[in-house]
T-cell receptor
Framework: EPEVTQTPSHQVTQMGQEVILRCVPI?????FYWYRQILGQKVEFLVS????????KSEIFDDQFSVERPDGSNFTLKIRSTKLEDSAMYFC????????????FGSGTRLTVV | DQQVKQNSPSLSVQEGRISILNCDYT??????FLWYKKYPAEGPTFLIS?????DKNEDGRFTVFLNKSAKHLSLHIVPSQPGDSAVYFC???????????FGTGTSLTVIP
């Protein structure tokens, strides 16, 4: 069955460095999402993406964050200048029609900022 | 390969009755299971979890049952309330890893 693939599974980066988290959504899905979960806290919505543009974003998704779908298959989350508090699990998800029950989540990228 | 499956995309239940949400998994290396609840445009919220050494965990109106031999877990909500209407995801973890494996979700509607 198709799946959402996230790479890398674990990334360690120095504070202030740029990091790009990569996701390959399911090929016929149209809506793409990024979530994060700081250890011990709830999963937080970051951004949704449809038709090559951001459709919704949360307060967390400030100017340090950006998303891109550069080649029609990859969906990336970039953090320009990482902070210690960006350390978290980042989940990518996609759906075919924006319906919640059609979500497919990736297995996550653990980002550790040191 | 979808290692965690929720085969019912939607479920409707009358208020006050029991809601039963099901989840199946294929990987016997999973040893920790979680249920999340999700409202539209929000991130999933952790609801309840269970370790593979247990077969039941209860928290208020929510009970999770784990049947390791069948590789099946279920979430029971009783009594169901309209505020329980949301999408429910099950997720699984392996002892050795930090990767989550999510099901595709079941949309629960509790009818007043």
């Amino acid at each position: 069955e198709p799946e959402v693939t996230q790479t890398p599974s674990h990334q360690v980066t120095q504070m202030g460095q740029e990091v790009i988290l990569r996701c390959v959504p399911i090929s016929n899905h149209l809506y793409f999402y990024w979530y994060r979960q700081i250890l011990g806290q709830k999963v937080e919505f970051l951004v949704s993406f449809y038709n090559n543009e951001i459709s919704e974003k949360s307060e967390i998704f400030d100017d340090q964050f950006s998303v891109e779908r550069p080649d029609g298959s990859n969906f990336t989350l970039k953090i320009r200048s990482t902070k210690l508090e960006d350390s978290a699990m980042y989940f990518c998800a996609s759906t075919s029609a924006g319906a919640d029950y059609g979500y497919t989540f990736g297995s996550g990228t653990r980002l550790t900022v040191v | 390969d979808q290692q965690v499956k929720q085969n019912s995309p939607s479920l409707s239940v009358q208020e006050g009755r029991i809601s039963i949400l099901n989840c199946d998994y294929t990987n016997s290396m999973f040893d920790y299971f979680l249920w999340y609840k999700k409202y539209p445009a929000e991130g999933p919220t952790f609801l309840i979890s269970i370790s593979s050494i247990k077969d039941k965990n209860e928290d208020g109106r929510f009970t999770v049952f784990l049947n390791k031999s069948a590789k099946h877990l279920s979430l029971h909500i009783v009594p169901s309330q309209p505020g329980d209407s949301a999408v429910y995801f099950c997720a699984a973890l392996k002892e050795t890893g930090n990767q989550f494996y999510f099901g595709t979700g079941t949309s629960l509607t509790v009818i007043p």
